[in-house]
């Protein structure tokens, strides 16, 4: 009995050992899926499959671990963030990766990897292209950059700010970079470097063009910018777009205005014959052979919302005639008030200049009278308000309104409102009188005021009942 219990244990344990153990060898073998050939084109075009080159990671690349974007190449990776492919290549001496380039085309970085390759290991290295030459490296991104915005010419290089051209050269007596302007062409950046270089160095200098009489230097950026004038004392006015003569006068040690002119030549002109009044005939002229007899007439600055009245201007946000005028004792404009006709604030000027000034101040209209001062816009408000105690203008309703402080309540009353302003201080004299007393501020205090005048609303209510 024990023998046959110990022979069924024996045999259950060796069906569960072949369980464990699953299929044959041979049937094991025919249901592995067979690894995928290297195809015949990849060897001839492709990557080098002899014992020194690398072999395509194409069994890689067609599974699902593979990560999107990985090269096949050596040596090659692909970088997100950039969207370009990295080169890096490890230092056997120093142990580290070193970061080759960046580059568009996937086979440029392989290349780019082979000529490192070769330039550190010698030409038994591991390369991706083992027919190829590798004496040039491919053009990364970098250097493409870099060849779009720098110069090949001495002391010019590209602004990215300015999108121009930038000339600097060492000046060795000052040991500083001087800069001398921005260029739209690199050719003309690079004969203005030689023009400043000549001048500040001598013949002998280092220069871009060295066959060349680079004469005058070009105009750069800014000079165009500027619009400067040739000649002297003339300059452009951007605010008034004209040309604009200026004098030193050596007295006051200032820049004195001649005025504004349309034309360049006429400024020119203008200039000589302000320079002969001041200096003499010898001064510096822009045009020596000319004679200087009647200068040019000068071109006054165009002013937005000017008046042709002296003292008068437009006031701009309230759309009304402002009138200022120059007070010498306290040394500052006196603002004497706004109207809304410009002939009121000619006029309201003329009456203030002879106040201050006298009779024998300049004025707009001199054969007129100037014995009152024109009503200005503040005063034309200010008769709306009234001049009685507890009487106001109500703009809204065109009426006369009758107010009074209580002090009980702390606040101000409303008693009714008028037509007449004097009924609106009458009820205004009833109800001081009421809440007050008799000793209350009235205005009319020799008045009696036994009945209130009836307001606007119970006019209205009487009118109504009456013509029921």
Same mark, same amino acid.
């Given at each position: 009995?024990?023998?046959?219990?110990?022979?069924?244990? %024996?045999?259950?344990?060796?069906?569960?050992?072949?369980?464990?153990?699953?299929?044959?060898?041979?049937?094991?073998?025919?249901?592995?899926?067979?690894?995928?050939?290297?195809?015949?084109?990849?060897?001839?075009?492709?990557?080098?499959?002899?014992?020194?080159?690398?072999?395509?990671?194409?069994?890689?690349?067609?599974?699902?671990?593979?990560?999107?974007?990985?090269?096949?190449?050596?040596?090659?990776?692909?970088?997100?963030?950039?969207?370009?492919?990295?080169?890096?290549? $490890?230092? @056997?001496?120093? /142990?580290?990766?070193?970061?080759?380039?960046?580059?568009? &085309?996937?086979?440029?970085?392989?290349?780019?990897?082979?000529?490192?390759?070769?330039? %550190?290991?010698? @030409?038994?290295?591991?390369?991706?292209?083992?027919?190829?030459?590798?004496?040039?490296?491919?053009?990364?991104?970098?250097?493409?950059? /870099?060849?779009?915005?720098?110069?090949?010419?001495?002391?010019? &290089?590209?602004?990215?700010?300015?999108?121009?051209?930038?000339?600097?050269?060492?000046?060795?007596?000052?040991?500083?970079?001087?800069?001398?302007? &921005?260029?739209?062409?690199?050719?003309?950046?690079?004969?203005?470097?030689?023009?400043?270089?000549?001048?500040?160095?001598?013949?002998?200098?280092?220069?871009?063009?060295?066959?060349?009489?680079?004469?005058?230097?070009?105009?750069?950026?800014?000079?165009?910018?500027?619009?400067?004038?040739?000649?002297?004392?003339?300059?452009?006015?951007?605010?008034?777009?004209?040309?604009?003569?200026?004098?030193?006068?050596?007295?006051?040690?200032?820049?004195?205005?001649?005025?504004?002119?349309?034309?360049?030549?006429?400024?020119?002109?203008?200039?000589?014959?302000?320079?002969?009044?001041?200096?003499? @005939?010898?001064?510096?002229?822009?045009?020596?052979?000319?004679?200087?007899?009647?200068?040019?007439?000068?071109?006054?600055?165009?002013?937005?919302?000017?008046? $042709?009245?002296?003292?008068?201007?437009?006031?701009?946000? /309230?759309?009304?005639?402002?009138?200022?005028?120059?007070?010498?004792?306290?040394?500052?404009?006196?603002?004497?008030?706004?109207?809304?006709?410009?002939?009121?604030?000619?006029?309201?000027?003329?009456?203030?200049?002879?106040?201050?000034?006298?009779?024998?101040?300049?004025?707009?209209?001199?054969?007129?009278?100037?014995?009152?001062?024109?009503?200005?816009?503040?005063?034309?408000?200010?008769?709306?308000?009234?001049?009685?105690?507890?009487?106001?203008?109500?703009?809204?309703?065109?009426?006369?309104?009758?107010? %009074?402080?209580?002090?009980?309540?702390?606040? &101000?009353?409303?008693?009714?409102?008028?037509?007449?302003?004097?009924?609106?201080?009458?009820?205004?004299?009833?109800?001081?009188?009421?809440?007050?007393?008799?000793?209350?501020? $009235?205005?009319? @205090?020799?008045?009696?005021?036994?009945?209130?005048?009836?307001?606007?609303?119970?006019?209205? /209510?009487?009118?109504?009942?009456?013509?029921?």
């Amino acid at each position: 009995m024990a023998d046959d219990t110990l022979a069924e244990l %024996l045999a259950a344990a060796a069906v569960l050992l072949a369980v464990a153990a699953g299929p044959p060898h041979a049937e094991r073998g025919a249901l592995k899926p067979s690894r995928p050939q290297q195809n015949a084109t990849d060897a001839g075009t492709g990557p080098a499959s002899s014992s020194q080159g690398v072999t395509p990671q194409t069994g890689s690349a067609q599974s699902k671990g593979r990560r999107q974007k990985s090269s096949r190449y050596l040596g090659v990776r692909w970088h997100k963030a950039s969207s370009t492919w990295y080169v890096q290549l $490890r230092d @056997p001496q120093t /142990k580290r990766q070193h970061h080759i380039g960046a580059y568009a &085309s996937e086979e440029d970085a392989a290349r780019a990897h082979d000529f490192a390759a070769v330039q %550190l290991h010698g @030409p038994g290295a591991k390369r991706n292209f083992l027919g190829e030459d590798v004496s040039e490296p491919p053009v990364s991104k970098g250097e493409e950059r /870099k060849r779009g915005s720098s110069s090949h010419h001495v002391g010019v &290089s590209w602004s990215k700010a300015s999108s121009a051209w930038c000339v600097q050269f060492l000046d060795p007596h000052s040991k500083r970079h001087r800069r001398i302007g &921005s260029y739209a062409t690199e050719e003309d950046a690079a004969r203005a470097y030689d023009g400043a270089v000549v001048q500040a160095l001598g013949e002998g200098s280092e220069r871009n063009f060295l066959g060349e009489d680079f004469g005058k230097m070009s105009a750069s950026k800014t000079e165009e910018w500027r619009r400067s004038s040739s000649y002297v004392g003339v300059a452009w006015h951007k605010a008034s777009s004209s040309w604009i003569v200026r004098l030193w006068d050596p007295q006051t040690k200032g820049s004195r205005h001649i005025g504004c002119y349309a034309s360049e030549e006429d400024a020119a002109r203008a200039y000589d014959g302000a320079a002969v009044q001041a200096h003499g @005939p010898g001064a510096k002229r822009n045009f020596p052979s000319e004679t200087v007899s009647e200068p040019p007439v000068s071109k006054a600055p165009e002013r937005k919302q000017s008046s $042709r009245y002296l003292g008068v201007r437009k006031h701009k946000s /309230k759309s009304s005639w402002d009138v200022k005028l120059w007070d010498p004792q306290a040394k500052r404009e006196r603002h004497i008030g706004c109207y809304a006709s410009e002939e009121d604030a000619a006029r309201a000027y003329d009456c203030a200049a002879v106040q201050v000034h006298g009779p024998g101040a300049k004025r707009n209209f001199p054969g007129e009278a100037t014995s009152e001062l024109p009503a200005s816009r503040g005063e034309e408000r200010k008769k709306r308000s009234s001049s009685y105690v507890g009487v106001a203008w109500h703009k809204g309703s065109s009426l006369w309104v009758g107010r %009074l402080w209580d002090p009980q309540d702390k606040r &101000s009353r409303h008693i009714g409102s008028y037509t007449s302003e004097e009924d609106a201080a009458r009820a205004h004299d009833f109800a001081a009188v009421q809440v007050h007393g008799p000793g209350a501020k $009235r205005n009319f @205090p020799g008045e009696d005021i036994s009945e209130l005048p009836a307001p606007v609303g119970e006019m209205q /209510k009487k009118q109504h009942m009456t013509s029921c």
